[in-house]
């Protein structure tokens, strides 16, 4: 029998070993960009672990980071847990209190702040009462009121570069994320060594997202959610080369990030897609050697995949998951003999799912009684997900734990679902965002997908409104695209041809943009309580 | 966190859920196609589960089977470590003391036999004293000394078809496997649901063997060897279509089944991909649709790989690994970068050698003061390896775990190897092959491969023989071609090209085919018994 699981030290050993020569490439926050190797990368990681034994972090403590995507906090993205701490990412987008919160739940014993958020930090310095000390992602200090302060090139100045990585047990945590709180006080999610090397291995594999190391891989995700959809890690043990662009998400910034340095597989939210699309229509750029993208955080309406097949010959993998079960849990390409057996009709509307179950996760659809809903891809329940990176309890949240899991250790993600023959999870709704009219069930998430199908629809949003005999009815907030028009009575016609006319919205509000949220989905809460208001 | 670890009912479930149509088909003894599907052989596998709780095997017995590659044995892989039992693969090869040995060491509990090794195990039955019954693999039983004994289709009759597997911790023992026992008696090999489970996920992935969903899976590697490289768990996992051939390993036979199925991907030892490619170029018959062909078990002469890529198009992918640390722990094809970086007679150079350790295998060389050899291609050691599925203790046995393990707990492969700066290590010699003369070390490996590279030469084979001078000198013998002749002369001249003249060969035989060891590897002991005759 073997007692020899990789820890995440392992994992950029390997780089270090087979791809000492592989690029890490950063395009800095002020636009300049670094290059370095794994090799490179490597020794500054170990001097980083040299530097926080002389800050006297304990084995298992909590470090914290403010910070973007960028070869600094991809240095603390290993030294942190292979040296036996814990890595806390912190969402410099949170409400005030959220961003209090999560650092006193996580006791960070430090906090390592990009120069663009230590105004952020310095607001809240007196509630962050177990921050020892803190450290700006920068060669020098800028004037602050944060103390004790360094820098993190000072810090690491002259220290050794080996270090002896000690031997984990694979389920020590290696970090702590917090949910992004859209639905209460953000809870604690933490991740193993063990969990996060599983999941790596599975974005290797040809049927997810394929990982190898001839790829040039761009994690657009930020560094702070979800660890960008374990990217970094996984480029690291595949030793493809790396590529990060700091806080750049303009579309321009993007794709000229993406020409320069011969992406091949992205990752992003679908509302970056958007953006990137009608950019690449407007400009004329070309994207050509981007091969894959992969999407998630939220649902990809079906005309977005065709468009980057059809207009940028891209193809747009639809992956779905959580800070639960981070990365993702499942994931949407044409599986074995679909491609054969379906007309094109079928095969993208199974890419515009969810999904399939990976490798080492198993999901299930409960219907309101506890009871399996009939896998016809019509009859929804709640999607219940279990496997070998998903947790099965909140860091010290027992009244979330209550509602989060079943009793017999399956998370409930409170997304509403079904599930069909194939195996293609559909996500029709968030359980919170889910019209219930009349007794019956809108999804709203079915609507804003179909809007958008619509030639002349850039983006929807829709919600429920309160209503005196229906309960509620969906209100639709709908972003032409640009020099186009459209009026409700079109678009309802348009929905007629796929739902019954109980579903169709009520009311319509056109939008220059829709707000949105820390983690850049649709923030349907401010839609709401702009209605309300 | 989580305790959701896969076992491997888990990968059964998989393609029951996701694959339920996805096809099983065994070219069985007789010649006859037995052709089912992944939820046909679910519904029997909970029977056969069913009917091991019957026999009161109780939890952790182990189970052995004397088999070839078919569906019912395959049942085997899944009902017996599923429900809690072990798994023990006997190789029905071995000589009769071993064959004994290896039952009485694994206490094998019952027996299932095919009809065409009743036979042997009739020879032992009195020496197999914890074996309480025989199942003989097939609907009848035939006429035999064995008892109590049935038939497995009568086992398995009426019973019901759905299971409540046990939740197993993933450390559990799934299997028991014993070396071949060419350097003495065997030695048991434990592994466990997560190493195999663990295995499984590595050999889904883009830069090892990448086996998906599409693939169609053929393991020619016998099922009682290292659990044919996992590959029918493999198949599973990834939904692919699985094809098994029986004892059927005549090149006629294994080109037909590749023809017939459609077959993708196929794996077997270096031997039988010679007598394919001959029979190949002999018969002028196709193997249009196979892809890609993954060799292991002794080194490939760099010779076959160009061959299959010139005259059949197939990508020939080397791994090395042995029952320790089954399926593999290196891999062979060309990693980033190679293929622009460097001309093709270094591509074909790499891939003919052992490869580069896959993610969840760490591996390193040593030379004979117990220091790390140069990463120099050039400086030789012994190849040591570490990781997620390698045991680090033989089932006991503390005089093998003395020799065989360092005291920091890695495996001593007792292969003789190189390592360069790319990561790839090229495994020159078994520890016990390679030639001392003179103080120096000549490796019969490269003498092999090189000779292989004439191409009047089909096979060769190339020992130690005792010398008063030189302590000991290099002999080879020859396989010829077809109706081609060479003399020692020829070949020594053709060696001089590539190494130094006290490297040759003092003799050679001509010899009309090479004997082979239970797992078709050129079986050098007897070599060496036929000259000392």
């Not at 847990?81 to 814990?86: D, H, K, N, T, Y």
């Not at 779905?320 to 491609?339: D, K, N, Q, V, Y």
Request: a negative charge.
């Amino acid at each position: 029998m073997t007692r020899s699981q990789w820890t995440l030290s392992d994992v950029l050993l390997r780089a270090t070993s087979l791809a000492p020569d592989g690029e890490i490439a950063t395009k800095r926050e002020d636009g300049e960009w670094h290059q370095y190797t794994y090799q490179d990368a490597y020794e500054r990681v170990c001097q980083l672990a040299h530097a926080l034994d002389e800050l006297g972090i304990g084995a298992g403590k909590r470090v914290g980071t403010v910070a973007a995507n960028h070869d600094r906090h991809y240095e603390l993205y290993f030294a942190v847990p292979g040296s036996g701490r814990s890595l806390h990412t912190i969402n410099h987008r949170l409400p005030d209190e959220h961003f209090e919160y999560v650092v006193e739940d996580a006791e960070d014993a430090v906090l390592f702040v990009d120069p663009q958020f230590i105004e952020r930090v310095e607001c809240h310095r007196d509630a962050f009462e177990d921050v020892s000390a803190f450290v700006v992602l920068d060669d020098e200090v800028p004037d602050t009121a944060l103390e004790p302060v360094t820098d993190y090139e000072s810090l690491l100045e002259g220290r050794p570069t080996e270090y002896e990585w000690p031997s984990l047990d694979p389920e020590t945590e290696c970090g702590l994320c917090h949910t992004s709180g859209t639905t209460g006080i953000p809870k604690g999610v933490q991740h193993t060594h063990g969990m996060l090397v599983r999941a790596c291995n599975m974005m290797l594999q040809t049927d997810t997202v394929a990982v190898s190391g001839s790829d040039v891989v761009f994690p657009i995700v930020p560094m702070f959610h979800g660890y960008a959809w374990a990217y970094p890690y996984v480029a690291t043990i595949a030793g493809s080369k790396l590529v990060l662009a700091d806080s750049h998400t303009s579309p321009e910034a993007l794709t000229s990030v993406i020409e320069r340095e011969g992406v091949t597989i992205a990752s992003a939210v679908p509302t970056i897609w958007l953006d990137v699309a009608a950019y690449l229509d407007e400009s004329g750029k070309s994207i050509a050697g981007l091969e894959r993208i992969q999407s998630g955080g939220s649902a990809v309406p079906e005309s977005l995949i065709r468009r980057y097949d059809d207009a940028f010959d891209v193809e747009m993998i639809q992956a779905w998951g959580m800070t639960e079960t981070a990365p993702f849990a499942t994931i949407s390409r044409a599986p074995s003999g679909l491609e054969a057996d379906c007309g094109e009709i079928d095969l993208y509307a199974s890419r515009a799912k969810a999904g399939r179950p990976v490798p080492g996760i198993s999901v299930r659809v409960r219907d309101e009684d506890g009871e399996s809903a009939p896998r016809d891809g019509e009859t929804v329940g709640e999607l219940q997900v279990r496997g070998e990176w998903v947790i099965d309890s909140y860091y010290e949240r027992p009244d979330a734990d209550a509602d989060g899991f079943t009793c017999d250790g399956w998370l409930r993600t409170g997304d509403v679902a079904t599930w069909d023959k194939r195996g293609f999870v559909d996500v029709v709704d968030r359980k919170k965002d889910i019209i219930k009219s009349g007794g019956e069930w809108i999804s709203s998430l079915e609507l804003e997908s179909e809007l958008m199908r619509n030639d002349a629809v850039a983006e929807a949003a829709v919600i429920a409104v309160d209503h005196d005999i229906w309960q509620e009815r969906p209100f639709a907030f709908v972003v032409t695209e640009r020099d186009r028009t459209v009026d409700a009575e079109t678009l309802n016609a348009h929905l007629r041809e796929r739902f019954p006319k109980w579903w169709l919205p009520d009311e319509y509000e056109f939008v220059d943009a829709l707000p949105r949220t820390s983690t850049e989905k649709f923030d349907k809460q401010q839609l709401s309580k702009r209605l309300d208001s």
